[in-house]
C-alpha cells in the first residue's frame, strides 16, 4: 500500500462485486449494498475482459459466508475480517439481510483504509452498526492480539476469521506470524484466507496470468510479496494446530459456483486458491 493512502485494490474488489450485482444473473454473491457503498465515487469503471476476476471475486466472498454459516452452526459466535477492505457483511446483517441473530463483527485493516472506509458509509448513508467494532492494525507489524482483545474480541469464544485478498500483500513471514496469532486467539474456530499460488507450482499460462495481474496491482502501487506452495501450506496449517485443511482451487471453485450457467461466467486459470482450515 501507499503510505497515507487507502488500500486501491480494496477498492478494485469492492467495484467487481457491484458490478457482479449489476451484470450477472443468478448472483453467485448477493450484496444489495456492493452498489450504494460505491454511489459517492460516481460511475463505476472497471477494464474489459475482466469478467473471470469479477467471478473470483464474487466466488471468494460467497465461499466466506458460506463457510461462516457452517460455522455458525457449529457454535461460533464472532466474525473477524482481517483486511475487510469494503466488505458489507457487518452493514448487510444490519439491514436483515443475513440469517439472524446478528453476530459481532470485528473489522481489521490498515488504518488508512478504514478511516476511508468509514467516510464513504458516511457519504453513503450507510449506518455503523453496533455490532461492528473497527480494528486498525497494520499487518505488517505485530499488535494484531492486543488490538482485538483491546477491541472486545472474546478469545474463549469460537470465532470464524475471513482473510480476503490480502495475504499477496504481505510477506511469507508476517502471514505465517498472523495465522499463528490468529490459532493462539481462536483455538476452536475457523479461518478462510486465499492466496497466491508459487509460480513454480503453475502451467506457464497460469504464470503469464500471473504476470500480468502483479504488474496491474503493482501500477496500482499494491506489490506482491508473497506466493504459496499448496503442497506446504496444509501441513504448515495443521503443525499449527487445525485439524482440517480444505485448500480449493479455481476448477472446484468453477464446480461449486458456475456450473451450468447459461452466461458462461466462470473463473479462468488457477492462479490463486481459497483455504478453509478448522
Ligand atoms: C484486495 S483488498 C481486499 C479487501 C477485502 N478483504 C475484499 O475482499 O474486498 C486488500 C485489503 O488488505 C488490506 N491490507 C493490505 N496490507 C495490509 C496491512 N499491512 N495491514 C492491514 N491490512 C492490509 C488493505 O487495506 C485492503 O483492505
Known amino acids: 500500500m501507499i503510505d497515507g493512502r487507502p488500500s486501491t485494490t480494496a477498492l ?23 452498489l450504494p457503498l460505491l454511489a459517492p465515487l460516481g460511475e463505476l469503471a472497471t477494464p474489459p475482459r475482466t469478467a473471470p476476476i469479477r467471478a473470483w471475486m464474487a466466488a471468494r466472498s ?18 473477524v475480517l482481517l483486511g475487510a ?18 453476530l459481532p ?26 455490532g461492528v467494532t473497527y480494528v486498525p492494525v497494520d499487518l505488517a507489524r505485530s499488535g494484531l492480539a492486543e488490538a ?11 470465532a470464524c476469521f475471513a482473510w480476503l485478498g490480502v495475504t499477496p500483500y504481505l510477506t511469507e513471514d508476517a502471514i505465517h506470524d498472523t495465522l499463528r496469532v490468529v490459532r493462539s486467539l481462536n483455538p476452536r474456530g475457523e479461518i478462510v484466507f486465499d492466496y497466491l499460488v508459487a509460480g513454480r507450482e503453475l502451467s506457464w499460462r497460469s504464470r503469464l496470468a500471473q504476470y500480468v495481474i ?3 496491482v503493482a501500477r496500482l502501487g499494491e506489490h506482491v510479496l508473497s506466493h504459496l506452495s499448496p503442497s506446504r501450506l496444509a501441513p504448515r496449517l495443521r503443525e499449527l494446530g487445525w485439524s482440517t485443511v480444505d485448500d480449493i482451487d479455481c476448477p472446484a471453485l ?13 473463473i479462468s486459470g488457477g ?3 481459497i483455504v478453509h482450515a478448522r
Open 12 to 34: 478494485r474488489a469492492a467495484t467487481q462485486r457491484a458490478m457482479h450485482q449489476k451484470l450477472d444473473r443468478p448472483l453467485v454473491f448477493d450484496d444489495p449494498l456492493a
Open 62 to 79: 460467497r465461499f466466506a459466508e458460506d463457510a461462516l454459516a457452517r460455522a455458525r452452526a457449529r457454535g461460533c459466535t464472532q466474525y
Open 85 to 102: 477492505g469494503l466488505d458489507t457483511f457487518a452493514y448487510r446483517q444490519a439491514s436483515g439481510h443475513t440469517p439472524a441473530p446478528p
Open 105 to 130: 463483527v470485528f473489522e481489521v485493516d490498515h488504518p488508512d483504509t478504514q478511516r476511508w472506509k468509514r467516510s464513504l458509509l458516511r457519504e453513503a448513508g450507510i449506518g455503523e452498526p453496533s
Open 148 to 158: 482485538l482483545s483491546a477491541a472486545g474480541y472474546r478469545a474463549h469464544e469460537p
Open 214 to 216: 502483479e504488474r496491474y
Open 254 to 266: 468453477n464446480a461449486l459456483y458456475f456450473a451450468d450457467r447459461a452466461d458462461g461466467l466462470r
Open 271 to 273: 492462479v490463486a486458491r
